[in-house]
Each structure stands twice: as structure tokens, then as C-alpha cells.
């Protein structure tokens, strides 16, 4: 159990000469003093701890303790064990005010992947900037701490009734360490807090001590619920809840991340974890191209000439490929391939570099053709001129392809690509 009074100090020495927090969302100051309250954060790096202490000083929250839920399936259910006896044993005997919690049960980066797996695959909300929160540890906070039932209440008035009785009933539940727990109030909100960070890239602990990134703000959200509305005695509608909770939260990132700058001159690039920027700016992963579910607002990441010059040699390659087949069979070499339009290094078809970017975002040989404005005849030309050179029948007097055997040899590995890729 870690007293926060010195990583208070050392965080607000931190980050009071190095960020800048906005603070939005309902008033918190007025459940600070005296009312319990169960605190919900969603959970990106290091430096969630120092941001949360350095916010609530302006609350003056104090006295929290620090117990670390150790994860896995075959030791869950013995850390939930742990968790309620650490409240009974401190929390309600250091007569503390908040128990601070990350649902999602560890750093975002490490969990979106399979957190969006497992959404998709059960129908549960897909979240791009949080992940599906785990509602174990908040089941155990509420049932041990939280609002109480009407026949617990009950009981304390039914030994009021007579003062030797009330003495036996004291004296037997302090020795069960029952009397604290049924005097003393429970837990009346539950707060959720989203913390955001400048252009989706939360900060880590590293970068607060060292200052190694930029100025920067931090934008804090903050909505309470009453504990008595959240439904911790039935597990699907805990579940149900908390995930519409953190729907709502996810769109407060997106939403403050859609108005971070990455363009302009001052630019700051997508992170690491979410390195493809979509045109309105919102990052996505890698993974997340071309794999048959739109993730960008205008499904950019699914455009189909993307998707084909993904599998295709990038286009640098495919005109230094050209110019050396024009350097050396000649300017008017490629006319055996594209017919007339070719002639003279491509000038009909919009030169060298037009072709090798139509070459490698054109699905098939007909889009190819559409696009250079090549007539049906010269695309069947070229399509035959193509299975030539895959099949190793070139200058065959059927006119099929009029390449010689090393000019067929030339172009086998790129054909090849195309053919791989759907081209023909």
C-alpha cells in the first residue's frame, strides 16, 4: 500500500512546467469532501497515475492505496478475493473516500487488437480508442462497498431497538470487522474520467521526468453517476452498462483527436500502434488495410486501387522496371506490349510514370485499358501478348506476341506479379 502525498508532489513538480490540462464535464468538486466514490479511468500509459493525481489536487482527494490486480484466468478469481479483502481491511479502516480503478485491465496498446477481436466477434461495440473495459473488479468494488440492500440498512436499525442488544451486536462486529463497514457510508457515485492525450499519443512516464516531447496539453473529462443506478447485481447488465460507458468515452477521444493538428507545417505524425492516417486525419493500424471492414470515415483504407498497389512492386520500382526495358530495346520497345499509344517512351499513354502508376493500382487488365484509353483490340493484344510471356511461347507467328525470347525473358518476373495480383 503506497501513500500518494510524495507522488502527488513529485507529479504536480512534473507536469505543472511541462503540460497544460482542460478540464471539462460535470463538477466534481462538490462530491469531494465527504461522499464515496468509485473512480473509472481509461488506461493508455504511465502517465495516466501522474495526470489523475495532478487533476484531482484541485479536489483535494486524499489518502489513496495503491492494490495492484495481478491478471490472467487461472488466477482471477483469487485476485478478486484479495480485492475485497484489501477494502474491508483498509479501505474501510483508513475510512478512505475514493477507490480509483482502470477497467480495461491494461495499457491500451497492448489490448485494442484483441479487444476489437473479440467485439467483432460477439457483436459487442467495436472502440477505436479505448478497449472493451473487464467488469470483475468493479462487480467486487460495488458489491463490497457499495450501495447497500434495504434488509443490510435494516439491520442496523433493528439493533438500535434495545442498547444492550446494540452493545452484544457492536461488540461481536467489530470482532468481524462488520461494525465499520455497516456504520460508515458506502460508495454513492461512480465517476467515470477519460483522459486524452495531444493527437491520440499518450505520454509516458519517461517523457514527464525528461521532457523529451513538446509542450503540450491534455484534455480530462469527468461525468458522475449515482452508484445506486449502476446494476452491479446482474452481470449482463453490469456488462451492457459499462460498455455503454466506454462508447461514450471513445468517442470523446475521437472526437478531440479529430481536431489535433496533422497537417501543416507543424504536423505530428500518427503513433506507432495506429500508423495509417485516413484523410480526415483519424489514425488506424496497419492491419486494419484492405481487410474487408471500412475503419476510416470515408472507408479509405478499403479503396480498391489502394488495396491492389498494396500487392503490387510500388510504383518506383515498376518505372525504373520501363525505363530499363526502353534503355535497352529501344523508345519504341513497349509498342510490342501497350500497341501504338507506346510508342516513343509512353508519350500517348501520359508518359514512363502515368503507366507505372496505373500498372499498379489498376484491379485488372480492363480498368488498365479504361484508364490509358486503350481500345478492346489492344487490350486483348496486350492480354495475349502477357500469357505468352507466362507460358514461354513468345514470337510465335500466330501474332501473339512479337517478343524475341530474351525480351520475353525481360519481362517473365514482372508479368508474373501481374498475373499473381488478379491483373489477368
Known amino acids: 500500500m503506497v501513500d500518494n502525498n510524495m507522488e502527488r508532489e513529485n507529479s504536480m513538480a512534473i507536469l505543472d512546467s511541462y503540460k497544460n490540462f482542460y478540464e471539462f464535464g460535470d463538477d466534481i468538486t462538490q462530491y469531494c469532501d465527504s461522499d464515496r466514490v468509485l473512480v473509472m479511468i481509461n488506461h493508455q500509459s504511465t502517465a495516466d497515475v501522474p495526470t489523475l493525481l495532478a487533476v484531482l489536487q484541485n479536489t483535494m482527494v486524499n489518502g489513496c492505496d495503491v492494490q495492484m490486480v495481478t491478471q490472467g484466468k487461472a488466477t482471477r478469481h483469487l485476485e478478486i478475493d484479495r480485492l475485497k479483502e484489501h477494502l474491508r481491511n483498509v479501505f474501510w479502516e483508513r475510512d478512505r473516500r475514493w477507490v480509483i480503478l482502470f477497467p480495461e485491465g491494461g495499457f491500451y496498446y497492448k489490448r485494442f487488437e484483441s479487444s476489437q477481436r473479440y467485439g467483432r466477434k460477439n457483436g459487442f461495440p467495436y472502440l477505436e ?30 439493533r438500535s431497538g434495545s442498547k444492550l442488544q446494540l452493545i452484544k451486536d457492536t461488540v461481536g462486529a467489530i470482532r468481524e470487522k462488520k461494525y465499520v463497514k455497516e456504520t460508515r457510508p458506502p460508495i454513492k457515485y461512480v465517476l467515470d474520467v477519460t483522459i486524452a492525450y495531444p493527437n491520440g499519443q499518450p505520454l509516458s512516464l519517461a517523457t514527464l521526468c525528461f521532457g523529451t516531447r513538446e509542450r503540450c496539453d491534455i484534455a480530462v473529462n469527468y461525468k458522475m453517476y449515482n452508484a445506486e443506478d449502476v446494476p452491479f447485481h446482474d452481470e449482463e447488465k453490469l456488462r451492457d452498462w459499462m460498455y455503454n460507458v466506454y462508447v461514450e468515452k471513445d468517442e470523446i477521444i475521437r472526437e478531440l483527436v479529430k481536431g489535433s493538428k496533422r497537417t501543416g507545417p507543424d504536423a505530428v505524425p500518427c503513433p506507432t500502434w495506429h500508423p495509417f492516417q485516413c484523410p480526415n486525419g483519424d489514425c488506424i493500424p496497419i492491419k486494419y488495410l484492405c481487410d474487408g471492414s471500412a475503419d476510416c470515415a470515408d472507408e479509405f483504407d478499403e479503396n480498391r486501387q489502394m488495396c491492389t498497389a498494396a500487392t503490387r512492386p510500388p510504383v ?6 520501363l525505363k530499363a526495358l526502353l534503355h535497352a530495346h529501344g523508345n519504341d520497345f513497349l509498342v510490342k506490349l501497350f500497341g501504338p499509344k507506346a510508342k516513343d517512351q509512353l508519350t500517348g499513354m501520359g508518359g514512363i510514370d502515368q503507366v507505372a502508376v496505373s500498372l499498379s493500382q489498376s484491379p485488372t487488365i480492363e480498368s488498365f485499358g479504361t484508364e490509358m484509353k486503350l481500345t478492346e483490340e489492344e487490350v486483348e493484344r496486350m492480354n495475349m501478348v502477357l500469357q505468352s510471356i507466362i507460358s514461354g511461347v513468345s514470337g510465335t507467328s500466330g501474332g501473339s506476341s512479337d517478343l524475341t525470347p530474351n525480351e520475353a525473358a525481360d519481362f517473365r518476373f514482372f508479368a508474373q506479379k501481374l498475373q499473381e495480383t488478379g491483373f489477368f
Open 316 to 321: 518506383e520500382e515498376t518505372a525504373s522496371f
Open 129 to 158: 480508442h479505448v478497449t472493451l473495459p473487464r467488469m470483475g473488479a468493479v462487480k467486487a468494488i460495488m458489491e463490497e462497498v457499495g450501495p447497500r440492500k434495504e434488509d443490510e440498512e435494516g439491520l442496523i436499525k433493528t
